[in-house]
């Protein structure tokens, strides 16, 4: 059995291979990192492609990048996967996996540009209970720093610092723990599954603002922060 991760470089991610692991011990797992194109970062979480390769080494794991031009939409994103998940498939890849926990419809778009693909889509983690999650994220042994977050949601000062669920419940009640809503991102810097920690450091923060078209054709702004992470070589 083959198997594609999809990966961020965050948390849900790293458990997400972990549960693979768990259900298929003897499949064949390698990584496909989607980049944006302009800034040489992984999206969304901002993260450079330097540590998302340290992270494959150190789980022994090959890894791929999908560079995505920038768009008004999600057309060059689509092609860029569908395109991908297409190659795959011709080096004997029959099966995609994402970290997806509970929003029903990111589900809904990947299993969408799977199907056009003719690729299954697997999720491990899908609707697993939060009190799971948070014990499964204990016994897998994850270390992940917070490399970006909606400052709407949280305060700056959590850009850059160690995540954890639990502690996530009591100092932050009001946001979802493993930010479903896209309160923030991790980076993963230590697992059970990887052959050694990697030294990662905060240089600094970077303020960045936003602007949403709604459905009602107002505009709305968010400010977010990213971490600017490296390897402490």
Known sequence: MQIHLSWSGGKDSAMCYARLRQLYPQAHIQLHCAINQALGRVSMHGVPLSL?????????????????????????????MCAFYQKIQAEGFAQVAFGDLHLEDLKAYRLSLCQKAGIQALF??????????????????????????????????????????TDYARRFPEVDIFGEKGEFHTFVYD?????????????????????????DGSTHKHAFAFADLALDN
């Open 124 to 165: 491990p983690l899908w609707q697993m209970p939060y009190t799971l999650l948070s014990q499964f994220f204990e016994e897998t042994d994850i270390r992940t720093v917070v490399c970006a977050a909606n400052l709407d949601k949280l305060p700056i000062h959590a850009v850059g610092k160690d995540y954890h669920p």
């Open 52 to 80: 998302i390769e340290a992270q494959a080494h150190a789980m022994g794991v090959s890894l791929q990048f999908i560079s995505v031009a920038p768009a008004a939409d999600n057309s060059a994103y689509e092609q860029a």
């Open 191 to 215: 697992a059970a599954f990887f052959k050694a920690t990697l030294p990662v450091v905060c240089r600094g923060i970077k303020r960045q603002s936003y602007e949403y078209k709604l459905a």
